[in-house]
């Protein structure tokens, strides 16, 4: 508190006096009075209205007169003496009785942490720093408070408590789940040789007549990569017509690259004029986005690349498809060339749902949770070493395997290994929210 405050206090306190002076014939100086409610000038005043009126008397006599003057003078001089003793001791009592020691602030709260960028973790707020115990005072004065603040000044005496800890900074929000939006890595199959990846993801796949969409990333490193025949990925197996649901290629129609989606019956866009061409196109156009989307129960069959839809044969009316279920080719077909593709493939998605174009051009840049509603599989490749490949959701029935000997999804044994390696898919990838 500042000093002029506490001298006004002392001005106030009980510890002031006053004496009250009996006029008369036979005046005398009166007892002092403690704890009157008036200030030392008041005193003062009275004691020279005395004065005079003492010096005005003509009732008493001279000696008496002198007498009673002495006696004025020496209360005078008592009174200040006292008066001075108690103003002394009441402003020194004043002082060592300073106030508590003020309160520091409160300790900020940390701030909130950021959401994980893409689903990272927030930081943790930092704690409230502590505020400073004040010094002591005649009764203790009381610490400062949590904070930065400083705790009060005061006199001497108990020491005062410490100052209380500051309170900790909120912890920021969980970020969710992680997402890295860096295309990560891809698989690379190559033409003339038997490096088949394959499984079986049983009837978590689309089967029968029932609507799906495949879809994945292509990159097209050259002129091997065009050759008719050759398979990229096909679900199912050609025990009848219309079994399988698959992408390969139809060669090239000059500067056009065909391609041949197909069902093995009523779809299948075979030869070089075949109706999906995309025109003006280089051997080594690089990456190219795919899907091959059925709407279920004889309706559309659509095949877009990045996201447009190209042409394809159309089925006559009342048609139906028996996909098998469950089997999953990469890099080849079942019987129509174990000998595959040539190029990088990543981001693969199998949809047991019909995918319109726009969902498909819209979701091709989104890196996936992986449990979207009707997504049966998804397949990024991300794993650091290896040929095994296992789904997002890293369920073990979806893991997709090379190929060491023929049996279930594998038509034959491989002669070599796919190569996993570094993806470069132009971005920018965003997160499913």
Same mark, same amino acid.
């Given at each position: 508190m500042p000093r002029e405050t506490i001298g006004a206090r002392s001005k106030r306190g009980t510890n002031s006096c006053v004496f009250r002076a009996t006029i008369g014939k036979d005046a005398s100086l009166a007892e002092p009075i403690l704890g009157a409610p008036h200030t030392g000038s008041d005193t003062v005043n009275k004691m020279t209205s005395n004065s005079h009126r003492f010096a005005s008397s003509t009732t008493t006599p001279f000696p008496n007169q002198v007498a009673d003057i002495c006696r004025t003078l020496k209360g005078a001089a008592l009174l200040f003496g006292i008066g001075a003793t108690l103003a002394v001791t009441a402003c020194s009592a004043d002082d060592s009785a300073v106030p508590p020691g003020s309160g520091g602030s409160n300790g900020t709260s940390g701030s909130n942490g950021n959401s994980g960028t893409n689903g990272q973790s927030g930081t943790n707020g930092e704690s409230g720093s502590n505020g400073v115990a004040g010094s002591a005072g005649s009764n203790g004065g009381t610490g400062g408070m949590a904070g930065s603040g400083m705790g009060g000044s005061g006199g001497s005496g108990n020491a005062g408590a410490g100052g209380a800890a500051g309170a900790g900074g909120a912890g920021g929000s969980a970020g969710g789940g992680a997402c890295d939006t860096t295309p990560g890595k891809a698989m690379q199959f190559h033409s003339k040789i038997k490096d088949m990846i394959a499984g079986d993801i049983g009837a978590d796949g689309p089967s029968g007549d029932g609507p799906r969409t495949l879809e994945l990333w292509a990159k097209f490193i050259g002129a091997?990569?065009?050759?008719?025949?050759?398979?990229?990925?096909?679900?199912?197996? $050609?025990?009848?017509?219309?079994?399988?649901?698959?992408?390969?290629?139809?060669?090239?129609? =000059?500067? @056009?690259?065909? #391609? &041949?989606?197909?069902?093995?019956?009523?779809?299948?866009?075979?030869?070089?004029?075949?109706?999906?061409?995309?025109?003006?196109?280089?051997?080594?156009?690089?990456?190219?986005?795919?899907?091959?989307?059925?709407?279920?129960?004889?309706?559309?069959?659509?095949?877009?690349?990045?996201?447009?839809?190209?042409?394809?044969?159309? $089925?006559?009316?009342?048609?139906?498809?028996?996909?098998?279920?469950?089997?999953?080719?990469? =890099?080849? @077909?079942?019987? #129509? &060339?174990?000998?595959?593709?040539?190029?990088?493939?990543?981001?693969?998605?199998?949809?047991?749902?019909?995918?319109?174009?726009?969902?498909?051009?819209?979701?091709?840049?989104v890196r996936l949770k992986g449990t979207e509603a009707g997504l049966s599989a998804y397949y990024n490749f991300d794993e650091a070493t290896g040929t095994d490949v296992g789904d997002v959701t890293k369920t073990a029935s979806k893991t997709l395997k090379s190929c060491t000997a023929a049996g279930g999804a594998c038509p034959s044994a491989n002669t070599a290994m796919a190569t996993r390696v570094t993806s470069d898919i132009p971005g920018p990838f965003t997160c499913a929210p």
């Open positions: 091997e990569s065009w050759t008719a025949e050759q398979s990229i990925i096909e679900l199912g197996k $050609p025990n009848g017509p219309n079994h399988v649901w698959g992408i390969d290629m139809s060669g090239r129609n =000059g500067t @056009s690259g065909v #391609f &041949g989606p197909y069902t093995n019956g009523v779809s299948d866009n075979n030869g070089t004029n075949a109706p999906p061409q995309l025109v003006n196109t280089p051997v080594d156009i690089g990456w190219l986005h795919l899907s091959w989307a059925y709407e279920g129960n004889g309706g559309k069959l659509e095949f877009t690349v990045d996201g447009n839809v190209l042409p394809t044969q159309v $089925p006559a009316p009342g048609f139906m498809l028996n996909l098998t279920p469950g089997l999953v080719l990469l =890099g080849a @077909s079942q019987n #129509f &060339g174990n000998e595959g593709w040539d190029g990088i493939m990543d981001e693969v998605r199998i949809w047991k749902v019909y995918r319109t174009p726009q969902q498909v051009k819209d979701n091709m840049k």
